[in-house]
């Protein structure tokens, strides 16, 4: 998650174009020595640079979607908080802890993730995303998010 954020930043600038920015052994040693505040200083990046004026209808450059990929800021933006929302629950579930969102946030994200379109890529090696899995009925707008995503709401670490 800290190297979204160190990524992200750049990309709101203009200088998202380098691999190397995205590359999690470009903070691995921060996060060994201290994870919370080399999170916590990414974080305060990110907010920074999202924060400028005309960052929604700038470009970010993001090499993760491919050499030469780029996207309007607002919807880099949103990429960004799908990926925190659903990171987010990956963190809480990976240590048994809950995961609450305010509604306005499920509701704000809930467009956002049924933009991204399913099919057979998503079984390709290096998918963001697992294939999505049928919602059925009765279940939470947030384990709508997730089965979408390929995730199953469900899910435990091992023992």
Known sequence: MTVQHRGSAPAAQGGGAD??????ATVADAVAVDPAGTYAAAAADVLEAFADDGVLTGSFALPEFGPGAAFPGSQAI?????????????MARSIDAPFTLPADVISAVL?????VPDGDFRT???????PAIDAGEEVSDLDRVLLHLGRSPGWTPSP
């Open 78 to 90: 949103g990429f960004h908080f799908v990926d925190y929302v659903v990171h987010g629950w990956d």
């Open 19 to 24: 691999p190397a920015r995205w590359d999690i």
């Open 111 to 115: 467009p956002l993730v049924f933009a």
């Open 124 to 130: 390709a090696p290096g998918s963001p995303f697992a």
